[in-house]
Structures are given as structure tokens and as C-alpha cells.
């Protein structure tokens, strides 16, 4: 079985290194799946999620906001804005989250374009995280 090699890294930490057998990921031109073999790509990413198949056929599920993906012939670097594993997220908090940045939505009118595009980012973050999560647990047969 052919493996690349996986780096997911943020301006904080490395929230991922490892060989894998696949990567799907959130690009701005829609969700890609990078296996071994794959053409030099570079492309940005949007808010979503990340999931990758490890060597052993099991999967990582992580939320991203944000950032870049680059494929070299045998590996995968992610460079993100944001990154979590979803075994690192609380639903709660991401939910609670959410409804903040929904409730700071309700007053539109008063927001200038950069107030409105935090308040969008924000959303599209926990809705990220929240996917993840979810995704995550479904994997797992958590419930």
C-alpha cells in the first residue's frame, strides 16, 4: 500500500503529522481527495473539515478556517489559519460559540464590511468545528 506523508500545521502548532493513505479536503474550488501519486497542486483552503485515511484505514477528522494545501509528490502539507482534531472539540463551547456570533449578526446595519467579514469567519469556523465534531463521532460510533 503506497503512503504519503501528512503535515497539518498552524502559525501555534503541528496538529498532525503522519503517513496516510488519503486526504480529502475543503478547497475554495470545492472538496478534494489527494491519494498517493496525486499531481503538484497548491490551492486555499476554505472553512471546513479535513479528514484523512492513516495508514492503519482509520480516520482523523479535523475542522480548519482557512489557510493553504500543498501536494508534492509524496506529501501533503496544510498550512491553516485554525486547525483542531475533532477528539479535541467541545461541542458546548462550539455551540455556545456559534450563537454569539449569530446574536452579533442581528445588528447588520451597524457593522462596517471588516466587522461583518469577522463575524462571517467566525461563523464559518464553528460551523467547521461543529462538522467535524460531528463527523468525528459518527466515525467512532459515538453517540
Known amino acids: 500500500m503506497k503512503?504519503?506523508?501528512f503535515e497539518i500545521v498552524t502559525p501555534e502548532r503541528m496538529v498532525l503529522q503522519e503517513q496516510v493513505q488519503q486526504v480529502v479536503a475543503p478547497t475554495?474550488?470545492?472538496?478534494?481527495?489527494?491519494?498517493?501519486g496525486h499531481i503538484p497542486l497548491v490551492s486555499s483552503l476554505q472553512s471546513g473539515v479535513i479528514e484523512v485515511?492513516?495508514?492503519?484505514?482509520?480516520?482523523?477528522?479535523?475542522?480548519?478556517?482557512?489557510?493553504?494545501l500543498e501536494v508534492l509528490k509524496d506529501k501533503v502539507v496544510v498550512l491553516a489559519d485554525t486547525a483542531e482534531r475533532a477528539e479535541e472539540l467541545d461541542e458546548?463551547?462550539?455551540?455556545e460559540a456559534r450563537a454569539r456570533a449569530e446574536e452579533s449578526k442581528k445588528d447588520i446595519r451597524t457593522f462596517d464590511r471588516e466587522?461583518?467579514?469577522?463575524i462571517s469567519a467566525k461563523m464559518?469556523?464553528?460551523?467547521?468545528?461543529?462538522?467535524?465534531?460531528k463527523r468525528w463521532r459518527k466515525l467512532k460510533n459515538i453517540d
Do not use: D, H, Q, W
Open 124 to 133: 464559518a469556523k464553528e460551523l467547521a468545528r461543529s462538522k467535524a465534531a
Open 115 to 118: 466587522r461583518f467579514a469577522s
Open 53 to 68: 485515511k492513516n495508514e492503519k484505514g482509520e480516520y482523523e477528522v479535523m475542522s480548519v478556517s482557512g489557510g493553504f
Open 3 to 5: 503512503l504519503i506523508k
Open 28 to 36: 475554495k474550488a470545492g472538496e478534494i481527495t489527494v491519494l498517493p
Open 92 to 95: 458546548k463551547r462550539i455551540e
